[in-house]
Structure formats: structure tokens, C-alpha cells
């Protein structure tokens, strides 16, 4: 799908009439071809604070397997390890230059093609020169070395493991029926468990020497560059690679048929049901003209198609649940249009969607239709040309990589529009309508039915569906429409607010005071709110607001189950004096929209706007509170939800585990007694509670300043609730639980530390995470070969006085005991590992993120929060310029020596169904 949309995009890249100059390469994108046939793409942004990215592209991906093995993405893996020009893994290599995999570089592989990008800031590690010399000695020197291979491998397959999942198995099955007779087929580029298992490093090794040539790959370069330098560079880089002939991958190409295949598409725990019938169909070469006018005929009929396939499906509801269209180029110079039909009676979708396509014969697409896209088509044209001048660096990157992909260009903006303006004239109503019948001619025909797991179907010969389909096609008259029931009229336009729901106006502002250094203005309101506005100009002038109010789903009255339920439903449901649809049709006229979220901590009602507009906000929000409630069908939804759930045993063993009996009590199943008015009166009773209102925006006008007097202060308020936080039990703790159907296990694990919370020791505690994280992964992957990816986190909680650490990865179920322990191990380590971390570049790389956080309002909004709560002042905004400078090798260390001691953790082991159960134990 993403290929499609690229494709879409790109229609007005490149389409134009040979009249008008051919499309060529925009003159701001150097190209060229080194001597051992590397072909290269150069963008000069021009702009100094731009880094630069580098992409490598390699034409070789699951479709160029000899049989289906994954090998193509365990070259992926491989060139990461041990390289014949360093000496050492090219992990070894990232993790000296103070780089992070899937940060500055990654890679992917997909079925035509894997990338490598490396993406760099100012002043990296490595310059042009050297990140290009690094981008060719990782796919020009891997040593591929047998003993790399034997420990990657489980690597990959752990990957597998995470990946394989009920939509996936589907999306091939479905990809096996449309893609039939070529090699996309049966080679997932994830590779299968057998493929992996069995491939050799000989095998690899013949794999790379095939395909991993210059000939065959594409290097693009985007960003402040010297294109000249960059050649010269690039040619040090790559130019010593061997002169080879590009392989012959005339397989990528789908193989066109004539004639229909039935197929049955089905999956043992799949639930989906539907019919799709599909033609396959050639496309010409993107830059011939003939090309240009394909694609763009395309643009408009893949639209066109949807919506008159949309209009058939009323009168065939007592047979499907819809009708569906969807236009895939599943390689290149090919297309498949495919029908869809949603039911369970598959036999009778058959003549559905045979009516669908002859009706689409006969009648064409709408003129209207038609009309009211061209005018969007030439609106587009003309944005497009404004728009491509305001692309970033990355943007350029990825719009190279895109038209190399895809066999097309990226031309001058202006001669593009002119040229697709002259095509857009050329592309009348009468040839779509001829285009369309020529494709729904299509000899090469599919038809597969998706069933349920379980279920049992009997397949229609391929000449009972090319029967029906000959059928409609000789009617001399289509059979007649028959009346459908008028549906009900539903109104369209959003009511008008009543003139008998006001909301208050009585409130005052009680105190106020304004402190510079930083320009804080606070008011305290009559009702008991505070607002605390920080005046800063943003980059889009608006005003960032957040009304804080504590306590959050953990409190002192409520369940948080029921917590979480009232204000999520009294959110959604809207007000009373108006039905859901009416309330609906209101919010989508709202240029700015309230965000309520309750956590566990707080319940924060968010809004970002322009100071004019503020007022009325305000008064939606004291509105909300007023006229609000949850609605009664609103509550019967979630009590039939919760009718379909299972009570969530590993969720309670997990919360027993963590925090003892007392915590892991189930009240889900409570809520079914609970109705609409209490759901409303939970609610009510947290909006009741006092609130804090911060914002950062220019200095707030008379008008603002009157409406959070008036209106906000006349909302009642009644603290009535207190925080009640749960804690993690001490001591050392561990469980087992039967989860997955399939052979995988998961290990999550949880710490905590004593902690005299501030915002300036959670800033330097969180430079111990990708520090941890890194050494984690270096250690559980890398060298042990036991994981694909992990998931750590440090949160210091101001709730808790705590430090919070949390670890998870997925594993071999025979190796969780022994990654739980190398884990255990490296945390043990952190004072040693925080005593040798690169103090300087942890300073450069918070100075870099610094840089881009700062120029967000939202950072400022957040860290005036924290500045408030802790210190009742916005002091911490003054003192955080200078953060980088407190993170210090001795801070570190002595943090590390504090929040890594695991005296207190707990660890939930999931295992697959039928393993063992093991009663809790304690951790060894």
C-alpha cells in the first residue's frame, strides 16, 4: 500500500504530452554513474544548519531468492558484523562513534530492494567524507564469516518470532492469490523459520557475490552538501568496487496470464469473511508518454471506481455488508483492480460483484465525479509547485528514493506543473470511460474467497464464475433497480447552541501577581483555580493550555476502572440538550477541539489556540462541566463490551506480583452494575476538584484575561478526592503465566529506587536510559544472540519518590532464565558502565536535542508544570538552559549506584500455553 500511495503522489512528478519537454531529473539533483556502475543522486539544500543523510539502496530483496530462505534480509543482518576493513563488528564501530542503531543508522529490507540510511546532525561524529566511507565499507566488506552467522541467526529468529502474526499470515495468503505465478509469492522478506534454519553461510556468501554489487546499487546523498566534494568523496568510497554486470531481475516483473484462478484464502484463527475478484493488467513505462497518461488516468479512476462501486452497495445489503474497491501496483508495470465483497454467503456474492463490474462496463464513471476531481487535480498541480520548494533535505531523500523505486523522476517544479497542466487537458471524460472498459476487459482474472478459521467452503469452478460473468455481460438490458426504502433524513448541519444553556459568569480573579525571569503571570481565581501563564511568543502564535487537576484514576473515592470509564464516556457523550448525532455535527464545525485525558496521576484538559479564539474555548470547557453527561446508550455499549471480555487473569497476576493481594483485584466485571447517572456523577466529581491552568502564548489580552475571571472562576469546585498511589512491593519477586498460543516468551521486569523527586535530577537520571538501554541490547543481542529488540525505560515518579525501572524482551522460551540473568548483570554493571560513558558527547548530544525541543511549546508547557509542582515557581525554566553542564561522570555514577541495585524487582515470565506453571518464587 505504500508503494500505491507513493505512486499516486508521484503522478504529478512526471506526467506531461511529448509535446512538452520529456521528464528529466530536477537541474538541483546532481546524478551520475561511478565507472563500476554505481549510480548516484546528490541534493545540495543549500541551508548551513542542514546535517545530511545518506541511503543506499541494493536491488536485491526477497523476490531475487533462488528458493524462499530470507536471505535476502539476513545480508541485512549480516554486514552489521564482523568487516573485513575494520577489524570488528560494525556494531563495535557504531557504538565508538557514539551512534545508535535504528537512530543515525538503520536498514530494511523489502522484496525488490533493502535500504541502508544513515542519518547524521552538524558537527557528527563522522563527516561526508567518512559516513560515505563507513556506507561502503558495511556493504562492501562484510566479512560474512560463519561464526557471526551461527549467532545471528537466533537473533532472526527471535525477529520472526515477534512478527508472525493472524494479519500477517493472511496478508500473504491474499498476496499468494493475487500474486500468482511469480516469486512474490512464497518468499516473505522476513524469511520463514525453515529458511532461516537451513541457510548456510556459503549460501550467503553466493548471495551477496550475486547481487550485492556496484552495478546494482543506488546511492542518494540529501542535505548541506559541496556536491563536487561529495563526488570526489564517494568515488574514494566506492570507486575501488569491482566493475560486475548488474544481474538480469526480469522476475520482479508479475508474470500476466490469460484466463481466471480460484483460490481459497484462509487462516485457522483469521475471523475476517469476504469474496474478492481481481484483474491483472500491464502498465506502461512511467516516462513514455503513454505512461504519463496511464498513471494519471489511473489517479482519477482508482477515485471514480471507489465511489460508484460504494453507490452499488445499498442495493445488494441483504447479501454483503459492503462493497469495496482498491487499486494495488503490486511491481512495476503492473496493476490489479480488485472488487471486494464483506459477507458470509460467498456463493451469493458472486453475481454481486459481477453485476457491480458489468454495471461499472456499461455506465462508466460519473460526469460530476469526474468534474469535481479534475478541478481538485489542477489545485494539486498548482500547490504541488509551491510546495516542492518548501521540501526539507529528508524530504528531498526520500523523494529520490521514491522515483528511483519506482522508475520515474523528480523533475523541475515548474516545468512539471506546465507539463501536467497540458496533460490534464488531454484527459477528457469520454477516454477515462474508454480507459476503464479497457481495463475491465482484462483476460488475467482472480477470485478468491476469504474464510473464517473453522469454517467450511466449497470453491466455485473457474467455469461456474466465468459463466456468471458471461451471463451479465450478454443481458441486453441490466435488470431494472428495484426502490429502496427512503432512509431516514439525518440532519446535516450543526444546531444552534440554546439560548437557555448559558454557563456562568460569575466568577473573579481573587489575587494576581506577575515575576519576570521568565515573564510569569499568575492569577488566583475566585473559585480556588490558579492559572500560571508563562508569556513566550510560539512559532505559530497560539496559546498551549493545560488545566491540571489532581487526583488522576488512582484516588481515594472511586475504582479506577470506574475513574477511567465516567470520563472517558461523559467526554464522548457531549451535552445532554442535544442528541449524539446533533452533538457530533457541533464539534466537527470546532475549529479547536478540548483534549481530556485522566491519568493516573491527574486529569489535564488541554487546548491549543489562537489567543482570539481562547475566550470561546473557555467557555466550551466550563460549558462542558455544566451541560455534560453520559449518555445511557453510551453506558449499554460498555456493559456489552464487558460481556465480551474475559477477566484479564495475567493482568491481575502481574498487579499481584507488583504490588501484593491487596492490588490485584479484578473490578472490571463491577462496572456492569454501575449506570448512566453515577458514570456521570464520577465524572462530575473529577472535574470538580481545583485546577491549575498553565499556558505559554504572547501575554494574554483583557478579553482572556475577563473569561478566565468570569467564566472559569464561576465553575464550581469541591476538593473532595486524594491521590492514592499504588507502590511496588520490596523485595525480590518473580512469576510465571501460560500466555501465547505459539512457541515465544516474553520477560518483563520491573525496579525501583528511593528518590527525592526534582525536574533536575529526572533530567540527568534520563540520560541513564539509552545508556542502559544501549549496554542492555549490546549484551542480549550482540553477544549472546538471545533477542531481537527490548524495551527500557527510567521514570523518575513524583507521585512515588521513585525512580521506576522497567525492562521487557521477547525470547526463546527455553532462555528466559538465562537472559533474565545476563540482564541482572548488566544492571549490576551500570556504575562501572556510567563511570566510562563519553560525558562530553552525552553534553553534545542534549545540546542537539535541546536545540529542537525548546523551539516547541509543548516543552515549555510540560516543564513549567514540573517547575510549578515542585517548586511553586517557574524558576526551573530559567535553571534548565544550563542542564547539559550538571550531567557529570561522578552524577552519573553515583545515580547509577543508587537506581540499579535490584533488591527490589519483580519479574513476570510469559511462557506459551501448556508450559510448566511454576508457583511464585524468589529471584536467585
Given at each position: 500500500m505504500r508503494l500505491f500511495f507513493i505512486a499516486v503522489l508521484s503522478l504529478f512528478c512526471?506526467?506531461?504530452?511529448?509535446?512538452?519537454?520529456?521528464?528529466g531529473w530536477d537541474p538541483r539533483i546532481a546524478t551520475g554513474t561511478l565507472d563500476n556502475g554505481l549510480r548516484y543522486f546528490l541534493h545540495d539544500s543549500g541551508k548551513e544548519a542542514d546535517p545530511f543523510n545518506i541511503r543506499l539502496i541494493v536491488h536485491a530483496g526477497s523476490v531475487d531468492e533462488p528458493v524462499p530462505s530470507g536471505i535476502a534480509h539476513i545480508l541485512e543482518h549480516m554486514v552489521f558484523q564482523t568487516n573485513a576493513a575494520r577489524g570488528r563488528s560494525m556494531h563495535e564501530e557504531i557504538e565508538a562513534l557514539g551512534w545508535r542503531t535504528g537512530v543515525q543508522i538503520n536498514a530494511v529490507t523489502r522484496e525488490a530492494e533493502t535500504q541502508f540510511m544513515l542519518r547524521t546532525r552538524p558537527d557528527d561524529a563522522l563527516d561526508l567524507a567518512g559516513s560515505l566511507q563507513f556506507m561502503a565499507d558495511l556493504v562492501m566488506k562484510p566479512a560474512l564469516e560463519a561464526e557471526d552467522w551461527e549467532k545471528e541467526r537466533f537473533v532472526i529468529l527471535e525477529e520472526l518470532r515477534q512478527t508472525v502474526s493472524v494479519a500477517d499470515r493472511v496478508s500473504r495468503l491474499k498476496k499468494a492469490a493475487l500474486r500468482a505465478g511469480s516469486r512474490y509469492v512464497d518468499r516473505p522478506t522476513i524469511g520463514t523459520h525453515a529458511g532461516i534454519s537451513r541457510t548456510s553461510i556459503e549460501e550467503i556468501r553466493s548471495f551477496y557475490e550475486s547481487f550485492y554489487r556496484a552495478s546494482n546499487m543506488t546511492l542518494i546523498v540529501s542535505g548541506r552538501i559541496d556536491k563536487e566534494a561529495a563526488r570526489k568523496a564517494l568515488e574514494r568510497a566506492f570507486g575501488a568496487a569491482p566493475r560486475l554486470p548488474a544481474p538480469e531481475r526480469d522476475y520482479r516483473i508479475l508474470p500476466l496470464k490469460q484466463g481466471l484462478n480460484v483460490n481459497l484464502v484462509q487462516d485457522e484463527q483469521g475471523?475476517?469473511?469476504?469474496?474478492?475478484?481481481?484483474?491483472?493488467?500491464?502498465?506502461?513505462?512511467?516516462?513514455?508518454?503513454?505512461?504519463?497518461?496511464?498513471?494519471?488516468?489511473?489517479?482519477?479512476?482508482?477515485?471514480?471506481?471507489?465511489?460508484?462501486?460504494?453507490?452499488?452497495?445499498?442495493?445488494?445489503?441483504?447479501?454483503?455488508?459492503?462493497?469495496?474497491?482498491?487499486?494495488?501496483?503490486?511491481?512495476?508495470?503492473?496493476?490489479?483492480?480488485?472488487?471486494?465483497?464483506?459477507?458470509?454467503?460467498?456463493?451469493?456474492?458472486?453475481?454481486?460483484?459481477?453485476?457491480?463490474?458489468?454495471?461499472?462496463?456499461?455506465?462508466?464513471?460519473?460526469?460530476?465525479?469526474?468534474e469535481s476531481l479534475m478541478t481538485r487535480a489542477r489545485a494539486i498541480n498548482e500547490n504541488n509547485r509551491k510546495a516542492a520548494e518548501n521540501r526539507t533535505y529528508a524530504e528531498w531523500e526520500d523523494r529520490i528514493a521514491s522515483a528511483v523505486l519506482t522508475g520515474s523522476v523528480v523533475d523541475d517544479p515548474a516545468t512539471r506543473t506546465t507539463r501536467t497542466a497540458a496533460l490534464l487537458n488531454r484527459i477528457a471524460f469520454e477516454g477515462l470511460n474508454t480507459r476503464l472498459r479497457e481495463m475491465l476487459a482484462a483476460e488475467d482474472q482472480v477470485l478468491f474467497y476469504q474464510v473464517p478459521g473453522g469454517v467450511s467452503v466449497t470453491l466455485p469452478t473457474v467455469a461456474t464464475v466465468e459463466a456468471e460473468r458471461a451471463r451479465w455481460a450478454a443481458m441486453a438490458d441490466l435488470p431494472p433497480r428495484q426502490p429502496r426504502t427512503p432512509e431516514p433524513e439525518i440532519a446535516t448541519a450543526a444546531p444552534v447552541w440554546p439560548a437557555d444553556r448559558q454557563v456562568a459568569r460569575s466568577g473573579r480573579i481573587s489575587a494576581e501577581r506577575r515575576i519576570g525571569n521568565p515573564d510569569v503571570?499568575?492569577?488566583?481565581?475566585?473559585?480556588?483555580?490558579?492559572?500560571?501563564?508563562?508569556?513566550?511568543?510560539?512559532?505559530?502564535?497560539?496559546?498551549?493550555?493545560?488545566?491540571?487537576?489532581?487526583?488522576?484514576?488512582?484516588?481515594?473515592?472511586?475504582?479506577?476502572?470506574?475513574?477511567?470509564?465516567?470520563?472517558?464516556?461523559?467526554?464522548?457523550?457531549?451535552?445532554?440538550?442535544?442528541?449524539?448525532?446533533?452533538?457530533?455535527?457541533w464539534v466537527k464545525e470546532q475549529t479547536r477541539q478540548w483534549s481530556i485525558a485522566l491519568k493516573e496521576g491527574d486529569l489535564d484538559a488541554g487546548i491549543a489556540a489562537a489567543p482570539g479564539?481562547?475566550?470561546?474555548?473557555?467557555?466550551?470547557?466550563?460549558?462542558?462541566?455544566?451541560?455534560?453527561?453520559?449518555?445511557?446508550?453510551?453506558?449499554?455499549?460498555?456493559?456489552?463490551?464487558?460481556?465480551?471480555?474475559?477477566?484479564?487473569?495475567?493482568?491481575?497476576?502481574?498487579?499481584?506480583?507488583?504490588?501484593?493481594?491487596?492490588?490485584?483485584?479484578?473490578?472490571?466485571?463491577?462496572?456492569?452494575?454501575?449506570?448512566?447517572?453515577?458514570?456521570?456523577?464520577?465524572?462530575?466529581?473529577?472535574?470538580?476538584?481545583?485546577?491549575?491552568?498553565?499556558a505559554v502564548g504572547p501575554e494574554p489580552g483583557s478579553e482572556i484575561r475577563d473569561s478566565f475571571a468570569s467564566v472559569i472562576g464561576a465553575v464550581p469546585r469541591a476538593a473532595s478526592m486524594t491521590t492514592e498511589v499504588a507502590l511496588q512491593r520490596a523485595g525480590r519477586h518473580a512469576a510465571q503465566v501460560e500466555v501465547f498460543p505459539d512457541d515465544r516468551a516474553r520477560v518483563e521486569?520491573?525496579?525501583?529506587?528511593?528518590?527525592?523527586?526534582?525536574?533536575?535530577?529526572?533530567?540527568?537520571?534520563?540520560t541513564l536510559t539509552p545508556i542502559a538501554q544501549q549496554n542492555l541490547k549490546k549484551e542480549l543481542r550482540n553477544v549472546l544472540g538471545g533477542i531481537y529488540s527490548l524495551e527500557f525505560e527510567l521514570q523518575a515518579d513524583p507521585d512515588q519518590d521513585r525512580v521506576l525501572g522497567t525492562l521487557a524482551f521477547y525470547c526463546a522460551p527455553e532462555r528466559t532464565e538465562e537472559l533474565t540473568q545476563a540482564a541482572f548483570a548488566v544492571l549490576d554493571r551500570m556504575p562501572e558502565i556510567a563511570r566510562q560513558a563519553d560525558v562530553e558527547k552525552i553534553r553534545?548530544?542534549?545540546?542537539?536535542?535541546?536545540?529542537?525541543?525548546?523551539?516547541?511549546?509543548?516543552?515549555?508547557?510540560?516543564?513549567?508544570v514540573l517547575s510549578h509542582r515542585r517548586y511553586g515557581d517557574a524558576g526551573y525554566l530559567r535553571r534548565m538552559q544550563g542542564l547539559g553542564e550538571r550531567v557529570t561522570a561522578q552524577r552519573l555514577v553515583a545515580h547509577a549506584k543508587h537506581i540499579f541495585r535490584t533488591g527490589n524487582v519483580a519479574v513476570l515470565t510469559k511462557l506459551p500455553l501448556g508450559a510448566a506453571a511454576m508457583a511464585e518464587r524468589e529471584v536467585e
Open positions: 512526471l506526467s506531461g504530452p511529448s509535446a512538452a519537454q520529456d521528464p475471523s475476517s469473511s469476504q469474496v474478492t475478484y481481481a484483474l491483472r493488467l500491464p502498465m506502461p513505462n512511467r516516462l513514455t508518454d503513454a505512461g504519463q497518461i496511464a498513471y494519471l488516468q489511473q489517479y482519477f479512476l482508482t477515485r471514480l471506481i471507489r465511489d460508484a462501486v460504494q453507490a452499488e452497495a445499498p442495493y445488494h445489503a441483504a447479501v454483503t455488508d459492503s462493497l469495496g474497491f482498491a487499486a494495488q501496483e503490486t511491481t512495476e508495470e503492473r496493476l490489479i483492480l480488485a472488487f471486494n465483497a464483506r459477507t458470509d454467503n460467498h456463493a451469493a456474492a458472486i453475481p454481486v460483484l459481477m453485476e457491480t463490474v458489468e454495471r461499472l462496463r456499461r455506465d462508466g464513471v460519473a460526469r460530476d465525479g469526474f503571570i499568575e492569577w488566583t481565581l475566585s473559585n480556588g483555580d490558579a492559572v500560571v501563564w508563562l508569556v513566550r511568543d510560539t512559532p505559530d502564535g497560539k496559546v498551549y493550555l493545560s488545566g491540571q487537576s489532581r487526583p488522576g484514576y488512582r484516588n481515594s473515592l472511586f475504582d479506577s476502572q470506574a475513574s477511567q470509564a465516567a470520563v472517558q464516556l461523559f467526554d464522548q457523550s457531549g451535552f445532554t440538550f442535544w442528541s449524539q448525532t446533533e452533538h457530533d455535527l479564539d481562547l475566550p470561546a474555548r473557555l467557555e466550551t470547557y466550563a460549558a462542558i462541566i455544566a451541560f455534560g453527561g453520559v449518555r445511557p446508550e453510551a453506558v449499554e455499549a460498555l456493559h456489552a463490551q464487558i460481556n465480551d471480555q474475559r477477566p484479564d487473569e495475567v493482568a491481575t497476576r502481574r498487579t499481584e506480583l507488583l504490588y501484593g493481594e491487596a492490588g490485584a483485584v479484578d473490578t472490571l466485571q463491577d462496572l456492569k452494575q454501575v449506570d448512566a447517572e453515577e458514570l456521570s456523577q464520577i465524572a462530575r466529581t473529577h472535574f470538580l476538584q481545583p485546577v491549575t491552568w498553565y521486569i520491573s525496579f525501583f529506587a528511593g528518590l527525592d523527586w526534582t525536574p533536575e535530577a529526572s533530567f540527568v537520571i534520563s553534545s548530544d542534549i545540546a542537539f536535542a535541546e536545540g529542537s525541543r525548546l523551539t516547541d511549546p509543548n516543552t515549555w508547557l510540560r516543564r513549567l
